[in-house]
């Protein structure tokens, strides 16, 4: 295939539910020409809780659809996807596959001046120990401190952005990680960058946040242009969107994350992902 | 069959996750004799912010699951699932099937003194009003106020119990509830009995909270007593837990809702639930 034809193929993303529109959102706002199919596996949501296998089986049968929609790279937007399941995706895929870690992990170890880099994420996440190792593969140096957060999810969910139940529980969350001494740290949620300025007030302006999505989105931007496949206009671009659950719950969240309008969205069933594979 | 062979066999109770233990307990309290199987789903809870129509079939893959290990009577411990998918469950099985709705209603209708009941449970209980529908057909003259409470089950599982977030929590949501001056609260989610102390502490220690896993209990001794079908005695009995999520988490959190030691446990495939029907 000619690589202007691959350059019009979509790029696939999926998350665990609504959490990856933040990666999508600087997608679309990096790369606006690019057509995208995002997938939120609702009806399972979420994977934080769950088992590092279950994780795995999840991630792989979404990766398999998309792979069957026609798409020439594909992104994990879920952290605790991307920190269990992103060797075995390699594995069978012949496309390039981005996780949210090692970018994230990346920025963390460029950004920090003392060496000392909080990563706060779900409970799969953490428990993996997945940024600590890509944070030290660049630096061996550097000390980690990790703590898992597993409030913080649902109240994002909930709509409690700027709340003081938000603080309190943000507050007991991050004192050890603060009492560490950071001066980075890293949301590895795709929920997290909502709570952006309680996060800020309970650690103090001094600590730099390191938004995933954000550097995600310029990952994506450099793969695309060094493989010469970047989209070149707006011709044809579209926006397309599969959940595994109804739409109602998926839509009314959704404006919190992605605020632009979601027009051609379908429900599947969990039955054709596990076929998938 | 035999009544007292039907009698040796064990009862099938499940839930989307760990909280129908709160109901197993009681039972086990009430009938030590019985054999039980319980089935929790955790590859796929929460139920309580998913469609009616995907949490009807995972109800109905999951009461399949039980009824092929030959159980003489099921157990729907789960709120959601009771409020959705009882009468499809009934629909195709021809033992008896127990919802958690109806006994806590009759409770609540039982109990009012002042015809101003509360109702509170996940935003799909809620949006159901099958608590409001089953009280209101006991005694149409009663006024339910219902309030889903998306952030109390994973508070629980969080293990935050007695604690001031979430009071503040409690204090927020519960407030319409106490304003519309009930007299009468259901626990109408299988999480919210480890709150009790929390939501007395807000109601005041005038409001009567029914808790649903005591009353279903209840229920369970007087239909097999009625249908001859009660075990006699504790010879042969056993306890079986199957989870569809590894077992780790699991286990953790069941201790703070069984309080009793689990032996006997496996993980089962999701697969292995859809084959089921």
Request: aromatic letters at 6%.
């Amino acid at each position: 295939m000619k690589n202007s034809s691959i350059a019009d193929k979509p790029i696939g993303i999926f998350d665990s539910g609504i959490g990856g529109l933040t990666v999508l959102k600087e997608i679309h706002r990096l790369l606006p020409a690019e057509s995208t199919i995002y997938l939120g596996d609702t009806a399972r949501v979420p994977y934080g809780i769950r088992s590092s296998e279950t994780v795995r089986k999840y991630s792989l049968q979404n990766s398999m659809f998309l792979m069957e929609r026609g798409i020439k790279l594909l992104i994990i937007a879920c952290n605790t996807s991307s920190a269990t399941s992103l060797e075995s995706i390699r594995n069978v895929l012949d496309i390039p596959v981005l996780g949210v870690i090692e970018p994230g992990a990346k920025a963390a170890a460029a950004t920090t001046r003392n060496n000392r880099v909080g990563v706060i994420g779900t409970e799969a996440t953490i428990k993996s120990g997945a940024y600590r190792k890509a944070i030290q593969n660049v630096n061996r140096s550097i000390e980690v401190i990790e703590k898992s957060c597993p409030l913080f999810v649902p109240l994002v969910e909930e709509g409690w952005l700027n709340d003081d139940i938000t603080e309190l529980t943000a507050r007991r969350y991050l004192q050890e990680v603060k009492d560490a001494g950071i001066d980075t740290l890293v949301l590895g949620c795709t929920h997290y960058p909502l709570l952006k300025d309680v996060i800020k007030k309970v650690m103090g302006e001094q600590t730099v946040l390191i938004d995933s999505a954000i550097e995600k989105a310029k990952v994506v931007k450099q793969i695309l242009t060094d493989l010469r496949i970047l989209k070149k206009d707006t011709n044809g671009t579209f926006r397309k969107y599969y959940v595994t659950d109804s739409t109602d719950r998926f839509l009314t969240v959704a404006r919190r994350f992605l605020l632009e309008p979601i027009e051609d969205i379908t429900t599947i069933e969990i039955a054709s992902l596990e076929m998938a594979t």
